[in-house]
DNA sequence: TTTAAAATGAGAATAGTTATCAAGTTCGAG
DNA sequence: CTCGAACTTGATAACTATTCTCATTTTAAA
């Protein structure tokens, strides 16, 4: 992966925003400072760091995926009434690979986990 | 909810189907006996089973939305290889939800895990 | 039987995302 | 340094999955 302009202003601008934005929402933000970054070439990115490991796709959200520039193993929480993301972290869920290799025989190189509910201030 | 024979047609082939078909899988294989199904009545239909519980959607497999006849809870794996859909018992993940709202705070009222990896044929 | 609510088919519309392609940029070899 | 191949970009077309629109038909309860 070369260096390019653009895609050091969506890592940094995904790094600042700890709200695991949308494309959409990532977008716009940059928008406001870097108007010279076009939504093909935030996909392209998006798509590029995730796959190479760097940033994270978050998909089973709503329609569209959201991205987290947090990789380590960690779960997500999406607020039923206000629509936030939170981080829920790997203990709650500490020997689940194991288990379910287990049961299956299944090799199992990933997984997530999304809990939908009502946050702190909404419930 | 009034009775349709397009909906109980829907519900019918789902049942019969246990590979966690998409709604264009579901449509396809519905064409070939019911060609009289719309594709605007499969959507609308299978979004009103899910709402009323009848069925459920599983969302975060690849882009489009799968949907499963059987509405225990259970986890999803899918093979990255073959790209089958198999279940995975609630056992492996038994605690989960008290874990991660004891931790948060929050008020869960459902969640997902989907598995990734090799299935046993394609390991 | 009447009739209001619910459901339908066909296709238009939408949202999110990916593909195309010509032009500009990066970077390592020479 | 400088040249070229590979990489990246912007603009926009295209695509996919899904929802909406609306005139017509069906259901079901009085």
Redesign the interface.
Known sequence: MNYSRQREVVLDTLKQNVIHPTAEKLYSIIQIEYPEVSKATLYRNLSQLAEAGIIKKI???ENSAHFDHNTCLH?H?I??KCGKV?D??E???HD??Q??EQ??????????????????DC?
Do not use: Q
């Open positions: 998909d089973g959200l779960y929480f607020c039923e939170f829920i972290s203990g709650v869920a689940v690979v288990k379910a049961e299956t025989g299944f090799k199992i190189n990933s997984h997530e986990i999304v809990f939908h509910g009502l946050c702190r419930k």
